[in-house]
């Protein structure tokens, strides 16, 4: 995909958006939604077609450091019996889920995230998935998308090793930016050299696919700077780079609060960091995805936006679309046929809930026609930056050119401004504006402008 950074248009939409790793979004979920409603969207899961694959979630939400910039759900905590305690929770959600779905689904992607997975000591990651492998039904070839996020200070390669032999095949590294000072400002010390190691030590136990996760944007980030650390990350070679934009929202996350807001870089150095990386990393042979993503040419996620294939959930970009996504743990977000639930996001609550009994389900959605199709509409142009109408229409029985008639008219600016091209049959995003992506899909949300006043969502770019 070629991309084309114009910094004008980039400037006149910076406004703020999601990033449409659901559609409708968090921010619409409402404690309407129970327990009796996702086990209805569950039995329903099962009778869509026989045998359809599973994504499962587990959120491990510990860290023993915090890291300044997070947005995450997380518990800094260096009290490791903790995680014992909440292990023996999740075992028991895991046994309610698990019931809830045929044995002969096989699970095809699996993905643990945080806080901090490798929290966990080895015996626990063992323990977690073999509980796992006894309660779902899980690939034992190496076939399956299996994949866990890593902070590099928490792991050796033994650790890794004890991944690989457990099933892990994908690793995704935490490293946001190599210099020193930088480091301090967010407090987390990591030398490369740490970083480096723990992927030669994925390299040396076979990993199927390596990515790194990096952010533009914070405190006493320079152009030259984060030069360097881009440098050193392609050095390295990962299948993957996730490069995020820092947004400071403090009124949301309280480890903000500690970013000395004095240092961080001024909106066109940030600009500039942006650019720079973008020419360095397609200059360099990777793909643009999309919002935020850069792969490989032979990378899964390259062919499969070539072949038309990409889809975007709650871990990015992903080439599983058929499976019914199944999250579990405290603040774990679940997709299950057509209906979004997230999980109580406070650890004492989420065990009063499963002491109960009770799926910890703190509020949700149930998809209607109208979200359905909006759904596929923004998954469309955030995965393949085009739209067919003719796709659309058949798929769900629809005029386009009536159905989306206001939207058609909102875009003629987008077109104008060469973000687009438009006939009557397709919509095509131009190189021009492949960065400005969220903003051409924020025009088919029908829930964002009361969304956009509650200030939940990040600047775009």
């Known amino acids: 995909m070629k991309i084309e950074f114009d910094i004008e248009k980039i400037k006149n939409y910076d406004t703020a958006g999601p990033r449409y790793t659901s559609y409708p979004t968090a921010v619409a979920f409402t404690p309407s939604f129970t327990e009796d409603d996702f ?11 026989d045998n359809a694959p599973l994504s499962l979630y587990f ?8 890291c300044f910039y997070c947005a995450c759900n997380k518990i800094a905590t260096k009290d490791y ?3 014992d305690t909440y292990l023996e929770y999740l075992y028991r959600e895991i046994d309610m889920q698990a019931k809830l779905y ?3 689904r096989i699970v095809e992607q699996l993905h643990w995230g945080g806080g901090t997975p490798t929290f966990l000591n080895h015996q626990q990651i063992k323990d977690l998935m073999a509980y796992t492998r006894k309660s779902f039904n899980l690939l034992d070839d190496d076939s399956g998308d299996y994949s866990i996020e890593i902070d590099p200070r928490s792991v050796s390669a033994e650790t890794i090793k004890v991944l690989r032999e457990v099933g892990f095949n994908r690793f995704s590294l935490g490293v946001q930016d190599i210099d020193d000072e930088v480091q301090k400002a967010v407090n987390r010390i990591q030398p490369f050299h740490q970083t480096k190691g723990i992927i030669d030590a994925c390299r040396a136990n076979n990993a199927k696919s390596i990515s790194i996760d990096l952010i533009y944007g914070l405190p006493l980030q320079t152009v030259e700077g984060f030069a360097n650390t881009l440098k050193h990350i392609i050095e390295v070679s990962p299948d993957r780079i996730s490069l995020f934009n820092y947004a400071h929202m403090p009124h949301l996350f309280k480890p903000q609060r500690r970013i000395n807001e004095a240092q961080l870089p001024k909106a066109e150095d940030k600009l500039e960091i942006l650019q720079h990386s973008i020419e360095t990393l397609v200059n360099d042979g990777y793909n643009y995805i999309g919002m935020d993503h850069f792969a490989k040419p032979e990378d ?13 959930n709650f871990q990015g970009y992903t080439t599983h679309a058929e499976c019914d996504l199944v999250a579990m743990g405290v603040s774990a977000i679940s997709s299950v046929y057509y209906s979004y639930s997230q999980n109580e996001k406070a650890l004492e609550k989420y065990y009063q ?12 959605l149930s998809m209607n026609d109208d979200d359905i199709i909006r759904h596929r509409v923004i998954q469309q142009l955030s995965c393949h930056f085009s739209l067919d109408f003719k796709q659309i229409e058949e798929q769900f029985d629809i005029v386009f050119n009536d159905y989306f008639a206001a939207e058609l008219e909102e875009l003629i600016k987008f077109e104008a401004d060469d973000l687009i091209t438009m006939d009557a049959r397709r919509v095509d995003v131009t190189p021009r504006g492949r960065l400005l992506i969220r903003n051409i899909c924020m025009v088919f949300d029908v829930y964002l402008k009361e969304q956009i006043k509650q200030q939940r969502f990040s600047k775009v770019i």
């Open 81 to 83: 019996s903790k995680a």
């Open 39 to 49: 086990r209805v969207h569950a039995d329903l899961s099962n009778n869509k077609q």
């Open 102 to 104: 045929d044995t002969d």
């Open 59 to 66: 959120h491990i939400p510990f860290c023993d450091t915090i």
């Open 353 to 364: 809930r499963i002491d109960k009994n009770e799926l910890p389900i703190i509020r949700g």
């Open 300 to 312: 899964e996620l390259s062919i499969a936006q070539e072949q038309g294939q990409l889809h975007r």
